[in-house]
């Protein structure tokens, strides 16, 4: 059964994926053309909306933006426009978690320097912090959140190979988020909203951790 969802929904989806670029350029998290960002359309088939690769997320419009199949393939060619390489993790997200309906990913200061720093140490714990009951399931400050940190690399396909059995398997340091190292944050939620909001919760708990201690 198909149940795509055209027109109107699409559209929405589209402004709303502007509105985030914009906000997290503001907000220092989505310089030049760094980070990609996608939301579940349909599922059956499975139809992602996601940023067009190299497009200034300042600038961003609804144009910027591509609908994609489980393989990260475009459904419709577009001139001048094509999904980056890392949208196979966003496809991995989709299909290996079906409740997930929406993945950002951010190049920030933050994240780069707390990941770098986390190179080869496999994951960031944080605790001890209200902020954290921002992330989804958290209900107590004394909650612990895990973080997995995963090596950078330019083989995404084999990084997606790595994830898909910790992402089945409900890795508890893959709960919300995980680490590239040196590049940036993937973490994602049940819809954008949610998702942009581990985003900001995230972002504020790696920039405490970072200024608290040395990495
Ligand atoms: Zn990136």
């Not at 579940?40 to 088939?45: G, N």
């Not at 986390?118 to 605790?127: D, F």
């Not at 399931?137 to 909650?143: C, L, P, R």
Request: hydrophobic share 40%; charged share 20%.
């Amino acid at each position: 059964m198909q149940d795509i969802q055209t027109g109107p929904i699409e559209l929405a989806a589209r402004r709303a994926l502007v509105d985030v670029a914009h906000l997290f350029y503001e907000r220092g998290w989505a310089y030049g053309t760094s980070g990609n960002y996608s939301v579940v359309l349909s599922r059956d088939p499975l139809r992602l909306l996601i940023t067009s690769s190299g497009r200034d997320k300042r600038a961003l419009t609804p144009d910027d933006l591509l609908v994609v199949d489980e393989t990260g393939r475009p459904i419709e060619p577009t001139p001048g426009a094509a999904p980056s390489a890392e949208t196979l993790l966003h496809t991995l997200l989709a299909t290996v978690r079906p409740e997930v309906g929406a993945v950002l990913h951010t190049h920030s200061v933050w994240n780069t320097i707390l990941s770098r720093g986390l190179a080869g140490r496999g994951e960031l714990s944080i605790a001890g912090y209200e902020m954290l009951k921002g992330l989804s399931g958290i209900t107590t400050h004394e909650a612990t959140a895990r973080i997995a940190v995963v090596d950078n690399t330019q083989d995404i396909a084999a990084l997606a190979g790595q994830l898909r059995p910790r992402l089945a398997a409900s890795d508890p340091a893959l709960q919300h988020a995980f680490l590239m190292s040196g590049h940036g944050l993937y973490t994602w939620g049940r819809d954008l909203s949610e998702a942009r909001r581990h985003v900001e919760i995230l972002e504020f708990l790696f920039e405490v951790v970072g200024r608290r201690q040395p990495i």
